[in-house]
């Protein structure tokens, strides 16, 4: 019997509206990418890059957040990720990668810093 991949899931995905958060992606060997964050959840996240990154590779990713109520400021979302699946998908003609992993622990919640 076949499992979803979404059923395997320990938290529930929520999709982010509009096409996506400004997302930034800093490898161990201290490259820097862009991209946006698709979709967040507490123990993980999906983003699209044009990098590709290696099954289990550790990364900071910082996801910035929208404009705050009256124009305030929102510190961004910056996690620990761990790579658990990458996968090619094609937008406007171009070929990107859709990244998809979590903390290691399994909770971001935990792993979040200011």
Do not use: K
Request: contains cysteine; charged residues 30%.
């Amino acid at each position: 019997m076949s499992v979803r991949r979404e059923e395997r899931r320990r938290y529930r995905r929520i999709p982010v509206a509009g096409g996506g958060l400004q997302a930034h992606l800093v490898t161990a060997r201290g490259e820097h990418y862009e991209g946006v964050c698709t979709e967040l959840s507490v123990g993980g996240l999906t983003l699209r890059a044009n990098y590709v990154p290696a099954l289990r590779e550790q990364m900071m990713v910082q996801v910035n957040q929208p404009g705050g109520v009256g124009g305030g400021s929102i510190h961004p979302l910056r996690v620990r990720l761990e790579v658990r699946r990458c996968e090619v998908v094609e937008e406007g003609g171009e070929f990107r990668y859709e990244i998809g992993g979590g903390d290691r622990r399994g909770s971001f919640v935990r792993g979040t810093a200011r």
